[in-house]
């Protein structure tokens, strides 16, 4: 090892730490070779400013009076999941307008980031605790307790480029794809990228600091879809979609110009999300692989035309970025869905944070080192239930649900005889002299083991020696 992240970071703190983006790294090398530059530079900044679907926020929204449990949410007609708790809600990114479907959950994050108000909606059922049923107002990220972005996949590592080879015009979420191989589009800011310059995430783990949507952010968990067990090229970076990053951040603090609603035609709602990663130069490999420019990293042309979208060239990101690929013996237009001058902007940004000191480097609590392996559907022919089947099947699963008391307490303050307590190791016990079976204790069990309608065999009512009393339920 050259040098440690805490050895970086009071450079950062004194001044020093010499900082490039990647694109100034990757030229350094070619100039002087990539040892020279290992001596030389701390941390090499990376961006990228794609569509990134598998965005969304979690908002508390802040209770209502009189108090309500807000059960379905809209926010300036997008639905918003509030099956969380009673005035926390997740609105998905890709969420779309019951009344426009051009406009979504990717446009409302972007509306409340810059500070307008929105119009909130939303019904509840009515409970004691939560009697109103109904509230309608304005509410912007200024009134709301909790606005943060929770994304579960972002910064894909690689990604296919995509054609068409049909005879009709596609339109999918990489964009409109012309006929008869008419055009290539792609979503990968190429050397810039964040995860193809550390493509084993030997620096990326959970707790890196990074920079999202505008301010600090940070890498939470594998993001979804995470796999390893991918094609790569000669010098082990892969060539098709493999790692993926979960990342949290304040939103109430992010700019809109990293965090952009968007619409494909005929796909449907998305978001522009900026990251942008800081990679320590901690050692040879790393910055190997931190000098490989868009004239090595390469991706996979597949045709979206067909269900398993074969292959249909390797190319480089030069090629790509050039505006013309040849594909199948002819000169096939090429276009970035990811904008370049975006991420070159993040990466710019980032290395003006550390060299002025505004931002330090993280070691990250748990390497996301595991193997996985992305599992999909196969589409295979499968008995149909009929409708009853499938409702037995569910009370089946809601009853094996039933099997255990978790020694919450619940019923014990409602038995009126006295015949519940909690004994000495903390288990709910039973008096059964004292039992009437007057099913109170059945009412208020949150996970159903006392309900009539569970079998008597489901209960091991056993007394205790000395004490005629027991664990009530297994």
């Not at 979420?173 to 800011?189: E, I, Q």
């Amino acid at each position: 090892m050259i040098r440690t992240i805490d050895e970086i970071n009071e450079k950062i703190a004194n001044g020093e730490a010499v900082v490039l983006t990647a694109e100034e790294f990757v030229k350094m090398c070619k100039q002087e070779g990539v040892k020279s530059a290992l001596k030389k530079v701390d941390v090499v900044t990376t961006g990228t400013f794609a569509p990134m679907c598998s965005s969304g926020a979690f908002i508390n929204f802040g209770h209502t009076v009189p108090p309500m449990r807000m059960e379905r949410i809209k926010l300036a007609g997008v639905p918003v999941y509030g099956g969380i708790a009673a005035v926390d809600g997740y609105l998905g990114a890709t969420a779309e307008s019951e009344e426009d479907p051009t406009f979504g959950g990717g446009h409302v994050i972007e509306l409340l980031i810059k500070g307008e108000k929105v119009l909130l909606q939303a019904w509840g059922k009515g409970t004691d605790c939560y009697p109103r049923r109904y509230y309608e107002g304005l509410v912007d990220k200024h009134s709301i307790n909790d606005f943060y972005l929770f994304n579960p996949r972002n910064a894909y590592q690689n990604y296919s480029a995509a054609t068409n080879g049909s005879e009709r015009i596609l339109y999918t979420y990489m964009g409109k794809l012309l006929p008869n191989y008419g055009n290539v589009t792609f979503s990968t800011s190429g050397e810039l990228s964040p995860l193809l310059k550390d493509p084993k995430l030997k620096t990326i783990g959970v707790g890196t600091r990074i920079f999202l949507g505008g301010t600090i952010g940070y890498v939470v968990w594998y993001g979804t879809q995470f796999r390893t067990n991918v094609k790569e090229d000669d010098n082990g970076v892969p060539m098709v979609p493999a790692r993926t990053l979960a990342l949290i951040g304040d939103a109430k603090k992010m700019n809109a110009e990293y965090v952009k609603g968007a619409y494909f035609k005929n796909y449907g709602v998305t978001l522009f999300v900026g990251v942008g990663v800081p990679i320590p130069v901690i050692d040879e490999e790393i910055a190997f692989y931190l000098s490989l420019s868009n004239q090595e990293l390469k991706t996979e042309v597949r045709d979206y035309s067909k269900p398993e979208k074969p292959l249909i060239k390797v190319v480089t990101y030069s090629e790509l970025f050039s505006g013309e690929v040849e594909l199948l013996g002819k000169r096939v237009k090429t276009s970035s869905l990811s904008s370049i001058p975006k991420a070159r902007k993040i990466a710019l940004t980032l290395k003006e944070w550390l060299k002025n000191g505004r931002f330090y480097l993280t070691k990250p609590v748990e390497m996301l080192n595991e193997e996985r392996v992305l599992v999909t559907r196969p589409n295979e022919d499968f008995d149909i239930l009929q409708s009853v089947e499938i409702d037995l099947e569910i009370e089946r699963l809601k009853l094996s649900l039933r099997d255990e008391c978790v020694g919450c307490g619940a019923c014990v303050s409602v038995c009126n005889f006295t015949a519940l307590k909690i004994n000495e190791i903390g288990k709910i016990a039973l008096v059964r002299e004292r039992c009437t079976r007057c099913g109170l204790c059945g009412d208020v069990c949150p996970i159903g083991l006392l309900l009539p309608e569970v079998e008597d065999s489901r209960f091991d009512v056993m007394e205790v020696e000395n004490s005629n009393e027991g664990p009530c339920f297994k």
